[in-house]
Antibody
C-alpha cells in the first residue's frame, strides 16, 4: 500500500523557518517525482513545489521562490520542504503528493499524504 | 501561467442526478494533461481522472472526464451520497501546476 506521511508542521513566527518532511512507503520511491501542495483552511489547492525522481528538475511557485527549498533523500524514501522567511500568508495545510507516472515530472498526483498544518503568526 | 476557471462554483443536486462540472484553461493544454480531484472535508484530495479522460485506479465508472484544448468536463452520473464533495481540476502541462478554484457539489 502506498503511504505518504508528512511531519514538521508547527506554529512559527513570521521570518522564522520550518522544515517539513514526507516519509514514503509502498512504492519504489526513486522512480517518481514528488510534489508539495498547500491549502489554506477552507480554501482551494495551491501547487508549491516539485522535484524529479533524480533531483535534476525542481520547480517552485512564484509565491515561495527564493524562500522555500525542496529536496529528497532517495536512500531514506523522503522528500523535504525547507521553508525560510515565513509569512502569515504561508499559513496552510501542506500536502506531499506522488507523481502518477514513473520518471516524468509532469503528471497527475495519484497519492497524497494527510497533510501537516503550518501556522505563521506572532 | 495557465489559469484554470471552474464553473459553477457550487452545484446543488439530488442523489441520482447527473453532475456536469466545467474547467476552462486560459491557454490550450496540449496532450490533455489535465486531472480531476475530489476532496471531502478533513481529507486529502483524491485523484479521479488523469490525462483528461482516464479513470484512476479504483474510481467508479460513474465518473468520466472529457475535453481537449481549453475546455474540459467532469461528469458524475447518478450521484451517490459519497460524491458530495469539492472537485478540483489541475493542469500539469507546464509549470506551475495550477489548480482551478473548485466546484462544490452539494445535496439539494
Amino acid at each position: 500500500e502506498v503511504r505518504l506521511v508528512e511531519s514538521g508542521g508547527d506554529l512559527a513566527q513570521p521570518g522564522r523557518s520550518l522544515r517539513l518532511s514526507c516519509a514514503a512507503s509502498g512504492f519504489t520511491f526513486d522512480d517518481y517525482a514528488m510534489h508539495w501542495v498547500r491549502q489554506i483552511p477552507g480554501k482551494g489547492l495551491e501547487w508549491v513545489s516539485s522535484i524529479s525522481w533524480n533531483s535534476d528538475s525542481i520547480g517552485y511557485a512564484d509565491s515561495v521562490k527564493g524562500r522555500f527549498t525542496i529536496s529528497r533523500d532517495n536512500a531514506k524514501n523522503s522528500v523535504y520542504l525547507q521553508m525560510n522567511s515565513l509569512r502569515a500568508e504561508d499559513t496552510a495545510f501542506y500536502y506531499c503528493a506522488k507523481n502518477l507516472q514513473k520518471q516524468v515530472l509532469y503528471a497527475a498526483f495519484d497519492c497524497w499524504g494527510q497533510g501537516t498544518l503550518v501556522t505563521v503568526s506572532s | 501561467e495557465i489559469v484554470l476557471t471552474q464553473s459553477p462554483a457550487t452545484l446543488s443536486l439530488s442523489p441520482g442526478k447527473r453532475a456536469t462540472l466545467s474547467c476552462r484553461a486560459s491557454q490550450s493544454i496540449s496532450s490533455s494533461q489535465l486531472g480531476w480531484y475530489q476532496q471531502k472535508p478533513g481529507q486529502a484530495p483524491r485523484l479521479l481522472i488523469y490525462d483528461a479522460s482516464s479513470r484512476a485506479t479504483g474510481v467508479p465508472d460513474r465518473f468520466s472526464g472529457s475535453g481537449s484544448g481549453t475546455d474540459f468536463t467532469l461528469t458524475i452520473n447518478r450521484l451517490e451520497p459519497e460524491d458530495f464533495a469539492v472537485y478540483y481540476c489541475q493542469q500539469y502541462r507546464r509549470s506551475p501546476h495550477t489548480f482551478g478554484g473548485g466546484t462544490k457539489v452539494e445535496i439539494k
